[in-house]
């Protein structure tokens, strides 16, 4: 990973980002301007918004402690960042850290409340139209019988 990551960062233009797929993993790496550097390797379902969005946090926390004269050169095995190990806890869980996928966590399962309810609502409406149906037959039986009804106890008399 740390080759792959030197690689990738030498060959990616000053002041963009890139995602490049290495193995089952995604490397996001991110340039900035003044050529400081900083490379996420994630897996696939992890959000690149919120890898690079980690990205930007770190290398603009670490430029603003450390003087650039002291920025390291080469191996990224020669910092010693220990603010660094507070964000990758935060980030482990992208929904935690990144207010948009929270938002969009709670969206998807709105959506899906919203789904089994439609459902359920028609299956009330399919139940609904079959008790109408049968009310309707219940009704024109009713009227049958009550015709049938007045026609047998025509010929009677109340005395």
Known sequence: MTFTSQLIVERTAKGSRASLKEQEYLCHVYVRSDSLAGVVVADN???SRVAFT???????EFSQEVDRIHWPRGSPASIEYTVLDRYLSTYQNPREADPMSKVQAELDETKIILHNTMESLLERGEKLDDLVSKSEVLGTQSKAFYKTARKQNSCCALM
Do not use: R
């Open 45 to 47: 379902e992890y959000p």
């Open 54 to 60: 980690l990205l930007e946090k770190v290398l603009e």
